[in-house]
């Protein structure tokens, strides 16, 4: 079974409708000196079904497996492939197109995409891959074709045009393999956001791949480890959440509800949350990354929060002392005595409902604690009752 988040992603990528870059072929000129050879290039090439031309290039390459055409009739085999959805043959005929060329940007970027989704179907219910050797081979590929120079014979234009649809979806690919396969989330939150600083204002607000990985960028500042910051988790599920088709924005509601009320806590009560996580809502809607400034207040500690507790126990104890309901509130008193036996409050209540029930030892005890245990501001009055006790004049 795959994490909710996985399968979100893929879908959103798949509205998208991802495209491969335009490779254009490169212009040089290709002589074939055997006529059967030339003749059998000329027929593939003019083949216009995908399957007779995939069929008719495996042919070629059968028979010719030396040819100086090789790498463009391998080039063409993987549109062919990709035309047909057929991915494994896509991917073996990009893998034959490396041996001949590694530097080869079409393969590269095919093989890379192809593996990323194998990779990608891996991933089960915990949110990580499975097939760790498929995930790392496309992130290894992907950091391959960010190295690539420019072929000589390719214009400055043509290469940023390339490059300029390749590299966003190379550094996806290192930073998916980061998050679901090496679990280096300090890394995979690096490649995210270079890829997502790559793309132009529009394409992270429409289902693709900008959107998909925004969505990816959240989950990777929600793992554990130094990079983990509920922040900027928040502000990119936000942001993911704004411009998400309406059917997944529950699924991504559920993610920011979950890590606001983490970070944030819950006691504001449900209306005040649901304010300040749409202003987060809003304010992600109008940039993909989050200023400086940006700031959640933090919940309250486990300290803080085991104060409030007992704060709130002592005021139920005294209310039930003011409605004379002294047995409920004794043993409220004690439980308030064993949870937090270092603060005065619980052996000054047990003092008050001793001398209620006139018991001048047992109140004189329970005070005497408290007072060894009260701050200064609150030591007069409890020597006072101590005093009253002595005389035996009753408050």
């Known amino acids: ?39 059998a290039y000329q027929n593939f090439i003019t083949q216009t079904a995908p399957a007779q031309k995939c069929a008719g290039g495996e042919s070629f390459l059968q028979t010719y497996p030396q040819s100086v055409v090789k790498k463009t009739v391998l080039d063409q085999m993987i549109d062919c492939y990709q035309q047909l959805n057929q991915s494994d043959n896509a991917l073996s005929a990009a893998s034959r197109s490396l041996q001949a060329d590694p530097n080869g940007m079409k393969a590269i970027y095919i093989s890379v995409w192809i593996k990323k989704n194998q990779c990608a179907k891996s991933v089960d219910a915990s949110g990580y891959a499975t097939d760790l050797q498929t995930c790392d081979y496309a992130g290894a590929l992907a950091q391959e074709g ?8 390719m214009t400055d234009v043509d290469w940023r045009n390339l490059t300029t649809a390749a590299y966003p979806v190379f550094h996806s690919v290192i930073a998916f393999d980061d998050l679901v396969s ?6 995979a939150i690096a490649e995210y956001t270079s890829e997502l600083m790559l793309y132009p204002p529009d394409a992270t607000t429409k289902p693709g791949p900008g ?25 990119f599920y936000a942001r993911a959440w704004d411009y998400a088709p309406a059917n997944f924005k529950p699924q991504i509601e559920l993610k920011l509800d979950y890590w606001y009320k983490h970070y ?6 449900d209306v005040a949350i649901t304010q300040q996580v749409n202003d987060i809502k809003q304010q992600a809607q109008a940039s993909l990354f989050p200023s400086v400034n940006l700031s959640i207040a933090p919940g309250p500690s486990s300290q803080q929060l085991a104060e409030m507790n007992y704060d709130n126990q002592l005021a139920s104890a005294m209310s039930l002392v003011k409605a004379n309901r002294l047995a409920e509130a004794r043993s409220a008193a004690a439980a308030l005595v064993q949870s937090t036996p270092d603060r005065w409050e619980g052996y000054g209540l047990e003092g008050t409902i001793d001398e209620m029930e006139n018991k001048p030892n047992e109140a004189k005890a329970a005070y005497q604690h408290a007072l060894n245990l009260a701050p200064t501001d609150v030591r007069p009055q409890l020597q006072e009752r101590l005093r009253n006790i002595e005389l035996g004049t009753k408050n």
């Open 264 to 269: 944030h806590g819950t006691f504001d009560g």
């Open 211 to 235: 959107l998909a990985d925004t969505l990816q960028l959240a989950e990777a500042y929600s793992k554990p480890g130094p990079t983990h910051d509920e922040t900027k988790a928040c502000w």
């Open 146 to 153: 960010l190295t690539v120079p420019k072929p000589a014979e």
């Open 1 to 39: 079974m795959k994490s909710f988040v996985s399968v979100l992603v893929m879908a959103l990528v798949g509205i998208g409708l991802v495209s491969t870059p335009a490779f254009q072929a490169l212009g040089q000129t290709i002589q074939i000196r055997d006529p059967a050879e030339f003749n």
């Open 182 to 187: 090496k679990k280096d989330f300090k890394g």
